[in-house]
Structures are given as C-alpha cells and as structure tokens.
C-alpha cells in the first residue's frame, strides 16, 4: 500500500484543519488505518485509528473529543478532521495502514505496515 497524506498547513489556536490520507496499491478496505504525529525532538505519538470498515474509532486521550477519523473506502482515503487545534498539536502527522485484526487498539507504530510521507501542522498561539 503507498500512502500519500496531505492537508498539513499553519492554523491559529482554536481553528481546525483536515488531513487526507489517499492510499493505492493493495486492498485499502482490509487495513485498520491510524493516524500518528512527531513534534519536533519528541517521539512518535498515537493519534488515532479506526477499524477496516471504518465502524470502530479509537482515539489518544490528548485528541478526544477534538479530533474525529473517519474513511471513505470507495475513494480509498483516509480523514482526519481536527478542531479546536492548539499549539502543542504542532507536529507531522502521518497516515499508516495496519494488517492487524487480532489486537485492539492498534497504537504502536510497530503493528503498521505502510506509512504515508507526513504532513506538517502548525498551530501558532
């Protein structure tokens, strides 16, 4: 699966900013896909995942309640509405498709498979 994630952009506190994550190649309705971040000098973080049909979400406590996945597996695309941003959300942010079924929640970058590119999102204060 190549992922390609898009939508990354500078936003003002408070304001809001979807991410796309378009895959292609194998089978994109059979991957859990999750979302993940990287601040600058700090490690890896879950963000949230939803399930291959997209019926069941899964969400870090730092977003929950602000952010909302969601996928269209007809465009083969991934979502990641996020609102109310603030500044410590600055981060890349990066799509991947998981093969994982036995497992739940999927939030260790090692159950992933696939990894899109990363797009960068800056909230300023």
């Known amino acids: 699966v190549q992922l390609q994630a898009s939508g990354g952009g500078l936003v003002q506190a408070g304001g809001s900013l979807r991410l796309s994550c378009a895959a292609s190649?194998?089978?994109?309705?059979?991957?859990?896909m999750g979302w993940f971040r990287q601040a600058p000098g700090k490690e890896r973080e879950f963000v949230s995942h939803l399930s291959s049909r997209g019926g069941t979400k899964y969400y870090s406590d730092s977003v929950k309640g602000r952010f909302t996945v969601s996928r269209d597996n007809a465009k083969n695309t991934v979502y990641l509405q996020m609102n109310s941003l603030k500044p410590e959300d600055t981060a890349v942010y990066y799509c991947a498709a998981s093969s994982v079924v036995s497992t739940w929640p999927v939030e260790r970058g090692s159950q992933y498979d696939y990894w899109g590119q990363g797009t960068l999102v800056t909230v300023s204060s």
């Open positions: 190649g194998r089978t994109f309705s059979n991957y859990v």
